[in-house]
């Protein structure tokens, strides 16, 4: 799988709320970095429990891709993350980057960069 493959499919598994497709496209080591998770999240087991977690916290999400780029073994992406809070029904919405480190067509490490000033 390609870079952008990677990210495209990571996207969709969001957006249909489904942790396990996330964790299956990681390396059994890989690494999954996201600023709004209290820790790194490694390994399949660990981010797919981060992402259920996560994801049990929203409804409704969408991912809006700005900028799509590709070299070789990493992809980098622009974009912003829709979505509903599902406690308030308040938006959680914000523009994000992310970094995607490929290993033999699966993700070695994943790191996103938000910008949470829209969730304050």
């Known amino acids: 799988m390609s870079p952008k493959q990677a990210i495209k499919t990571l996207f969709k598994a969001w957006e249909n709320n489904d942790s396990d497709a996330v964790a299956d496209l990681f390396t059994t080591d890989g690494v999954y970095e996201d600023p709004l998770m209290p820790e790194t999240l490694t390994g399949n087991k660990n981010i ?36 509903r809070l599902i406690e308030d029904g308040s938006a959680f919405t914000f523009p994000f980057m992310a970094i995607v480190e490929m290993k033999n067509g699966k993700i070695a490490r994943l790191a996103e960069y938000l910008d949470t000033k829209p969730l304050l």
Request: proline share 0%; hydrophobic share 35%; net charge negative.
């Open 48 to 83: 797919r429990n981060g992402c259920r977690e996560s994801m049990d916290l929203i409804t409704g999400c969408k991912i809006e891709v700005y900028n799509l780029f590709e070299n070789a073994d990493t992809g980098f992406v622009e974009g912003l993350f829709v979505s």
